[in-house]
């Protein structure tokens, strides 16, 4: 396969350089030059200045014309092969002169133009050898049939290499169009990964941040005059900030390296779920943890997700809903899990569009769950979350 910066790359091969067009037909020029006064000797026939060298010559300077002319080409090194035979100033050959043009007209995809102008030639040498040489029917036949078995041989093998080439046209052209599949496929995970980090950054975060916020005012409203409750409202804030950063090694440690045979993610779990009521507890609120059903058959991604979406809405709940209590339920079913975190609490109006509610519900459609939030009946504030559980 030739490529367009000057290399020929076949499949299972590195690519190697190719010859430019301009050497390569200077190259079959050469080439005929030489050749065609070597076929006439070996051949029989006499090699003179003005017979068979200056044919091999007048076809040489042809063929400097075959990449823009290939047609154009054949047919004038036919006809001249034809005219020196004619002229008795060449011996031998119909055909085989000019092969190289027979060659090139075939390459270039006009076969009907070369088997249309052999046939032509080799009826014309028929007729010649027959009427004005006056040879003996079993001599023309001879003659002639081993020049059209020539041609078919030219024909032939030129139609195999452009069959082969277009073949391996087509092999580099798949191999490409599977490459360039690849990257985007490679890019789409990408994207989806940079995703994923941005949302696992902003839970933990933004968690961290609401419980110690609370700490930190507690302790600010303290210091003066219970010293004792703002030092303690301050190791509680040290602490959280302590397991945020422990969550947060863990987190880059998984992106680093997300499939380490033998060695269990470090990710939050449905387990977790105990820490985090008991952590949000430690701010003021009441939080009620309720589970029904076996969560150890629950997926590790919904299992994370669950997890996400519990702490998303607690620290809703810490930042803005101004509630005393809050209700986390959880149901584990053969077929789905379901999460509900109420609060009796006042809901925000930006609370519905915030980034961390727009990203619990990429998170659970991406899994094929919904997601629904909204104020309940009696005051309050709910976010519901069904997640299915594939088996």
Same mark, same amino acid.
Request: charged share 20%; hydrophobic share 50%; glycine share 10%.
């Given at each position: 396969?030739?490529?367009?910066?000057?290399?020929?790359?076949?499949?299972?091969?590195? /690519?190697?350089? &190719?010859?430019? #067009?301009?050497? !390569?037909? *200077?190259?079959?020029?050469? $080439?005929? +030059?030489? @050749? =065609?006064? %070597?076929?006439?000797?070996?051949?029989?026939?006499?090699?003179?200045?003005?017979?068979?060298?200056?044919?091999?010559?007048?076809?040489?300077?042809?063929?400097?014309?075959?990449?823009?002319?290939?047609?154009?080409?054949?047919?004038?090194?036919?006809?001249?092969?034809?005219?020196?035979?004619?002229?008795?100033?060449?011996?031998?050959?119909?055909?085989?002169? /000019?092969?190289? &043009?027979?060659? #090139?007209?075939? !390459?270039? *995809?006009?076969?009907?133009? $070369?088997? +249309?102008? @052999? =046939?032509? %030639?080799?009826?014309?040498?028929?007729?010649?050898?027959?009427?004005?040489?006056?040879?003996?029917?079993?001599?023309?036949?001879?003659?002639?049939?081993?020049?059209?078995?020539?041609?078919?041989?030219?024909?032939?093998?030129?139609?195999?290499?452009?069959?082969?080439?277009?073949?391996?046209?087509?092999?580099?052209?798949?191999?490409?169009?599977?490459?360039?599949?690849?990257?985007?496929?490679? #890019?789409?995970?990408?994207?989806?990964?940079?995703?994923?980090?941005?949302?696992?950054?902003?839970?933990?975060?933004?968690?961290?941040?609401?419980?110690?916020?609370?700490?930190?005012?507690?302790?600010?409203?303290?210091?003066?005059?219970?010293?004792?409750?703002?030092?303690?409202?301050?190791?509680?804030?040290?602490?959280?900030?302590?397991?945020?950063?422990?969550?947060?090694?863990?987190?880059?440690?998984?992106?680093?390296?997300?499939?380490?045979?033998?060695?269990?993610?470090?990710?939050?779990?449905?387990?977790?779920?105990?820490?985090?009521?008991?952590?949000?507890?430690?701010?003021?609120?009441?939080?009620?943890?309720?589970?029904?059903?076996?969560?150890?058959?629950?997926?590790?991604?919904?299992?994370?997700?669950?997890?996400?979406?519990?702490?998303?809405?607690?620290?809703?709940?810490?930042?803005?809903?101004?509630?005393?209590?809050?209700?986390?339920?959880?149901?584990?079913?053969?077929?789905?899990?379901?999460?509900?975190?109420?609060?009796?609490?006042?809901?925000?109006?930006?609370?519905?569009?915030?980034?961390?509610?727009?990203?619990?519900?990429?998170?659970?459609?991406?899994?094929?769950?919904?997601?629904?939030?909204?104020?309940?009946?009696?005051?309050?504030?709910?976010?519901?979350?069904?997640?299915?559980?594939?088996?």
């Amino acid at each position: 396969m030739v490529e367009a910066g000057g290399t020929m790359a076949y499949p299972g091969t590195a /690519a190697r350089p &190719a010859l430019p #067009g301009w050497a !390569l037909t *200077g190259l079959l020029a050469a $080439a005929t +030059a030489v @050749g =065609v006064p %070597a076929g006439v000797a070996l051949a029989g026939g006499r090699v003179t200045v003005a017979g068979a060298l200056a044919l091999a010559q007048t076809l040489a300077a042809l063929l400097l014309l075959r990449t823009r002319w290939p047609v154009g080409t054949l047919l004038a090194s036919v006809a001249t092969v034809a005219a020196y035979r004619a002229a008795g100033l060449v011996d031998v050959g119909w055909i085989w002169p /000019a092969t190289v &043009a027979f060659a #090139g007209a075939v !390459l270039a *995809g006009r076969v009907g133009w $070369a088997l +249309a102008t @052999g =046939v032509s %030639a080799l009826a014309f040498a028929t007729s010649w050898e027959a009427n004005v040489a006056g040879r003996a029917p079993e001599s023309v036949a001879v003659a002639v049939g081993g020049e059209a078995l020539w041609l078919a041989v030219v024909v032939a093998a030129a139609l195999a290499y452009a069959n082969r080439r277009r073949w391996q046209d087509e092999v580099a052209a798949r191999v490409r169009q599977a490459r360039h599949e690849q990257e985007l496929a490679a #890019g789409r995970r990408r994207a989806e990964e940079r995703v994923r980090i941005a949302r696992e950054l902003h839970d933990v975060v933004s968690h961290t941040l609401a419980v110690v916020g609370v700490h930190l005012n507690v302790a600010l409203d303290a210091v003066d005059s219970a010293p004792n409750e703002a030092r303690d409202a301050l190791r509680l804030a040290q602490d959280v900030r302590g397991r945020a950063m422990a969550d947060l090694g863990a987190l880059v440690g998984v992106l680093r390296d997300d499939s380490t045979p033998g060695v269990e993610s470090p990710l939050p779990r449905l387990d977790g779920v105990t820490d985090l009521v008991e952590r949000v507890r430690g701010v003021g609120l009441r939080v009620t943890l309720e589970e029904s059903g076996d969560r150890s058959a629950v997926p590790t991604p919904v299992a994370l997700a669950v997890y996400r979406v519990v702490q998303e809405a607690l620290t809703n709940v810490v930042r803005h809903a101004r509630a005393g209590r809050a209700v986390v339920a959880l149901r584990y079913a053969p077929t789905r899990v379901t999460v509900e975190v109420c609060d009796d609490g006042t809901a925000t109006p930006g609370a519905t569009v915030g980034h961390g509610l727009a990203g619990m519900r990429d998170r659970v459609e991406a899994l094929g769950g919904t997601l629904t939030t909204g104020p309940v009946d009696g005051g309050g504030f709910e976010v519901s979350a069904v997640l299915p559980v594939a088996r």
